[in-house]
C-alpha cells in the first residue's frame, strides 16, 4: 500500500570526508510503503547516504526533510521511533543473550526507567520468530556464527518496530535461505503497508526480486532512479558496474534478471 505523501525529500545533497566528496549533488524522494534498492560499486556513498538518512552523520550542504520536517529538527529519541537501521558491520563484545539484544530495539519505545511490557515482549517473539532465532534465544550472542549474528540485528531493527527500515548489506553474511526468508517477511510488511524498507543491495538479481524500485549510484552521484522493470538496464548496468550482461524475465515472476557475461 502506498501513499502521496513524500516520506524523504532529500534535495542537492553533498557529503565529503578528508580523502574527497563521497556524495556530490544527490537528490530523490522516497514514498511511503515501497520497498527500494539502493546500487553501486564498492565505495560510491551507499552506506554513507544511509548514515545520512538516518541521522547518524550530518550533510555538508544540501537538505534532508523526513516526513515534511527537517531531519535535524528530529531528537536522537523521536528518529530511533521513526527509523531502524541494520547495519553493514556491528559489534558485540559483551555477551548477552540473543533475546536481550533484540529487546534493545524496544528501548526508544520505553519511557525512563520503565520495564518492557507485554507488548514489548510481543514485539520480541515475534522478531524471533521472523529471524528464525526461536533456539538461539538464551544463547550469548558472542558465541554465535556471523551469520546467526546478523539475524540478531535485524531481528532487533524489526523489533523497533519502525515505520522505515534501513538495510545496509543486512543479509550479506546469510545463507539463502535465511535470505530469502528475512527479504520476504520484510516484503510482506511493506505490502501490508507497515512498513518502507531502502536497502543496500550487491546482488542486482536479489534486488530486482523484491524492490519496487532501485536508486543507482555511481562515484556520489545518482545515475538513475525509478520503478525496477524500467531501471534495470544493461546500458545502466553498464554505465554504474562497468560490465555487460543480458536482461531476461524471471521465469516465475516475469521480473528483470540480468545474466552477465564473463
Known amino acids: 500500500m502506498t501513499t502521496d505523501a513524500p516520506l524523504y525529500e532529500v534535495a542537492d545533497l553533498h557529503f565529503r570526508y578528508a580523502r574527497g566528496h563521497v556524495l556530490d549533488g544527490v537528490s530523490f524522494t522516497l514514498r511511503t510503503g515501497r520497498f527500494y534498492g539502493l546500487l553501486g560499486p564498492n565505495g560510491c556513498g551507499k552506506t554513507t547516504l544511509l548514515d545520512l538518512l538516518s541521522g547518524l552523520k550530518r550533510p555538508v550542504s544540501g537538505h534532508i526533510r523526513f516526513k515534511g520536517r527537517s531531519l535535524g529538527a528530529y531528537s536522537r529519541k523521536e528518529l530511533a521511533r521513526e527509523i531502524a537501521l541494520v547495519p553493514q558491520n556491528f559489534y558485540i563484545n559483551f555477551p548477552f543473550a540473543v533475546h536481550e539484544v533484540v529487546?534493545?530495539?524496544?528501548?526508544?519505545?520505553?519511557?525512563?526507567?520503565?520495564?518492557?511490557?507485554?507488548?514489548?515482549?510481543?514485539?520480541?517473539?515475534?522478531?524471533?520468530?521472523?529471524?528464525?532465532?526461536?533456539?538461539?534465544?538464551?544463547?550469548?550472542?558472542?558465541?554465535?556464527?556471523?551469520?546467526?549474528?546478523?539475524?540478531?540485528?535485524?531481528?532487533?531493527?524489526?523489533?523497533?518496530?519502525?515505520?522505515?527500515?534501513?538495510?545496509?548489506?543486512a543479509t550479506s553474511n546469510l545463507d539463502i535461505r535465511h535470505t530469502l526468508g528475512l527479504l520476504s517477511r520484510t516484503r510482506e510488511r511493506v505490502h501490508q503497508g507497515r512498513l518502507t524498507v531502502l536497502a543496500v543491495f550487491q546482488d542486482v538479481n536479489l534486488a530486482a526480486l523484491y524492490c519496487d524500485e532501485l536508486l543507482f549510484l555511481q562515484e556520489g552521484s545518482l545515475v538513475a532512479q525509478g520503478p525496477t522493470t524500467e531501471v534495470m538496464r544493461a546500458d545502466i548496468l553498464e554505465e554504474v558496474y562497468g560490465v555487460d550482461g543480458r536482461i531476461r524475465p524471471h521465469a516465475e515472476y516475469g521480473l528483470p534478471q540480468v545474466d552477465f557475461r564473463r
Open 103 to 169: 529487546m534493545m530495539g524496544r528501548y526508544p519505545h520505553l519511557k525512563r526507567f520503565a520495564p518492557p511490557g507485554d507488548e514489548d515482549r510481543r514485539f520480541v517473539r515475534e522478531a524471533l520468530a521472523a529471524a528464525d532465532l526461536g533456539r538461539l534465544a538464551r544463547q550469548p550472542v558472542t558465541a554465535l556464527s556471523g551469520g546467526e549474528r546478523q539475524r540478531v540485528i535485524f531481528a532487533r531493527a524489526l523489533a523497533q518496530n519502525t515505520g522505515m527500515l534501513m538495510l545496509d548489506e
